[in-house]
């Protein structure tokens, strides 16, 4: 396989999901991270294909010209994916700690593409619901089913001076406007496609030592239904679907190879869900998680009257991706967190 990619975020939860399945598929792809430490684990992690992987450094994604060496491959780049853009609320003390790296870091990267790489013909970047969804109105009668065509209303000042979620909802907002207003001004000579995933769940592809580093959706997934109490009450999380991280990876190299998917925008959901139903899939076949998953309700749906849900037609029909049942993705999540927090707590005996 000749192809030759370059990958933003391939150190992360989805980005190493991308890059697993790149490398699975035969292709070869650099790896663009922000040191050389995090770029040396990529290399650990898949130490099997190593001949298939390079590395480069960018220090500071929203410094201008960033990625100017970076998107010059040699062999040339004929994909770029950007999965690169913060998504934890740890140690963040300004709102703009979500806001810059997302909107510059997706300019930074469109610019120098434009300038310094004639060979790429697309760049595929991972959105996200937030850029949908209108999360002051999460139920309505009749409830709303979202579809390509809507768009976060939210405001920069909402963003920059609201709690640090509303800053990360608008991070991916503010970037996706600016990308396909830059793709209409700028006109390059590669097309863009912007996917848009909800929640985000699964095992994961990248090394971790401890429960407290894992990503903001799993680990969010674990203190509300796997680390909580039989009695606590059922949480609710306002993002009403979810997508496995291996079927948003295989969204991602359809839309490298499928041509009409070129400056197009998806919404990347597989089903609506509830914390209930993960719950009452974690009771029924985790014995060990019983006095630990809220129990709720078995059997009914927590979500709230009216809650809205999303649309995934078009993924399907143009991208054709069949998505994993919430079961198997539960299952599966499972299985590997309570692995990772078995040998964290092995290696502290
Ligand atoms: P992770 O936190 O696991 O990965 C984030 C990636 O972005 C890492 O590679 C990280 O590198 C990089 N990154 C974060 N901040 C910066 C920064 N300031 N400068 C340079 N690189 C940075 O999160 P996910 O894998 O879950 O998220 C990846 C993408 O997917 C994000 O764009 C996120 O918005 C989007 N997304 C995620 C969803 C989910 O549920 N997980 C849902 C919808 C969208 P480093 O290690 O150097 O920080």
């Known amino acids: ?135 002051d109105q999460l139920t309505s009668d009749p409830p709303k089913i979202y579809t390509e065509e809507d768009w976060n209303p939210i405001t920069w000042e909402e963003a920059a001076h609201g709690d640090p979620s509303k800053a990360y909802r608008a991070s991916k907002l503010f970037a996706e406007r600016e990308a396909w207003n830059f793709m209409k001004e700028e006109k390059p000579h590669y097309d863009l496609v912007t996917l848009c995933p909800p929640a985000t769940f699964g095992p994961l592809r990248h090394s971790i030592s401890s429960i407290g580093d894992l990503n903001e959706s799993n680990s969010r997934l674990w203190k509300l239904c796997f680390d909580s109490t039989k009695d606590a009450p059922m949480p609710y999380i306002p993002v009403h679907t979810y997508v496995d991280v291996r079927d948003l990876a295989a969204v991602q190299l359809k839309a490298m ?66 998505f994993r049942t919430l079961a198997e993705t539960v299952a599966d999540v499972a299985c590997c967190l309570l692995d990772i927090e078995h040998t964290e707590k092995q290696a502290h005996h």
């Open 1 to 135: 396989m000749s192809r030759r990619v370059l990958l933003t975020g391939g150190n992360g939860f989805i980005g190493s999901h991308i890059l697993a399945q790149l490398l699975d598929s035969g292709f070869s792809v650099c790896c663009a991270v922000r040191t050389q430490e995090k770029g040396d684990k990529i290399l650990r992690d898949f130490a099997v294909q190593q001949d298939q992987l390079a590395i480069t450094i960018v220090p500071n994604i929203v410094a201008p010209e960033a990625y100017r060496d970076a998107v010059q491959g040699t062999p040339p780049f004929d994909t770029v994916f950007h999965a690169a853009s913060p998504f934890t609320y740890r140690d963040v003390q300004n709102n703009l700690e979500f806001l810059e790296p997302a909107i510059k870091g997706m300019l930074n990267l469109l610019k120098a593409v434009k300038d310094n790489a004639p060979s790429v013909k697309r760049v595929i970047w991972t959105g996200s619901c937030a850029s949908v969804i209108d999360y």
């Open 257 to 322: 190879t499928v041509p009409e998917a070129g400056n197009q925008r998806f919404l990347v959901c597989a089903q609506q869900f509830g914390c209930q139903d993960i719950c009452d899939i974690l009771r029924s076949r985790f014995a060990e998680l019983s006095d630990r998953t809220p129990l709720g309700k078995p059997g009914t749906s927590s979500l709230p009257p009216g809650a809205y849900s999303v649309d995934n037609s078009k993924v399907k029909r143009l991208l054709g991706v069949e």
